[in-house]
């Protein structure tokens, strides 16, 4: 017999457990409290459990603030489907023969009323190829879109003397109106999910960096992940009027500073692209792919989910 309820404190020594077995890594108590019940909206996390109390599959979905083409609210993402045994590292636990029931009849349970009637006509994640596939013929999961991050190596150098940045474990408003002043539609950077996101999340550390433009007193917003001996820009936003190439310069000479070599950043919203060429990043070969799940009527999801912009930071979350 086979129960299908929310998760609870004694299942997270086993969710460890089956993390490891699934992605090669551990979770612990504090990052899945972290996750799913110190996020600024709403956490599911769901467990399939057999009669002995050995925890089979997990399936999880974030509700974050958003604000897309039409509409604003909530938007749902899926995180943290596995599955025990049977297929390897790859979280879906069904060898050859895909998913297995576990994981079946609990992603169906979490999906049953998502996304709600004033969420996001999508749900949208990060699966791979296989698992797509997989969720694409029994989730109803259609593709949205595919991105190729950037990446090169630290400018040398020092910065500009003129350039101004300043850098921090957290952010305070300013980062929220930076993030409103670009205009651009997706999950709402506010401070209250910024600081969710990268200050108080266990284990990795994040760091903010306030850019002031050259041109004037627009300000921007980098935060970085330390990834070994490179750094990623989890979030990157420039609104359009500032001249952000010194700033950035100064960025680039504080993260050389710390040990790193290299940076990657994803496609970024309009009028950066530029920007991140002149600092000499190129595609990388390597693909993200994006996946999403309509509510039920959406006949197109990708015209839903137009204009919509999914940051690193959204991809690392999962």
């Known amino acids: 017999m086979i129960e299908l309820r929310p998760t609870r404190e004694e299942d997270l020594s086993a969710l460890s457990d089956l993390w490891q077995a699934c992605f090669g890594y551990p979770a612990s108590g504090a990052e899945w409290r972290w996750k799913y019940r110190l996020l600024p909206g709403e956490g599911r996390s769901l467990v399939a459990v057999d009669g002995g109390g050995r925890v089979l599959a997990h399936a999880g ?25 049977g297929g390897g590292r790859n979280g879906l636990g069904g060898g050859r023969g895909g998913l297995r029931p576990p994981l079946v009849a609990l992603g169906r349970r979490l999906l049953t009323d998502l996304p709600g009637a004033d969420d996001a006509p999508w749900i949208f994640g990060f699966p791979s190829d296989r698992h797509f596939r997989l969720g694409e013929r ?16 630290l400018p040398a150098g020092p910065p500009p003397a003129a350039a101004r940045i300043e850098s921090g474990d957290s952010c305070g408003g300013w980062a929220e109106a930076v993030w409103e002043s670009c205009g651009v539609f997706g999950v709402r950077r506010t401070a209250a999910f910024l600081n969710w ?16 433009s050259a041109a004037g007193p627009a300000e921007g917003l980098a935060v970085f992940a330390f990834v070994n001996q490179e750094a990623w820009a989890t979030e990157l936003w420039l609104p359009p009027p500032g001249e952000w190439y010194p700033s950035m310069l100064a960025v680039a000479a504080d993260l050389r500073a710390a040990g790193f070599q290299s940076w990657r950043f994803w496609p970024p919203p309009r009028d950066s692209s530029h920007l ?21 009527g959406v006949v197109n999801p990708a015209a839903a989910a137009a204009g919509f912009y999914y940051a690193m930071g959204d991809y690392d979350l999962a």
């Open 138 to 153: 029994v989730f109803g999961y259609h593709p949205l879109a595919t991105l190729e991050p950037l990446a090169g190596a």
């Open 61 to 85: 979905a974030l509700r974050l603030p958003a604000c897309w083409q039409g509409g604003q609210g909530g938007i749902w993402q899926l995180v943290d489907f596995a599955g025990a045994a």
């Open 197 to 212: 996101r990268y200050c108080a999340r266990p284990v990795r550390y994040y760091r903010f960096y306030r850019l002031f």
């Open 276 to 296: 991140l060429a002149v600092l000499g990043l190129r595609p990388s070969g390597e693909r993200r792919f994006l996946g999403c799940r309509r509510r039920a």
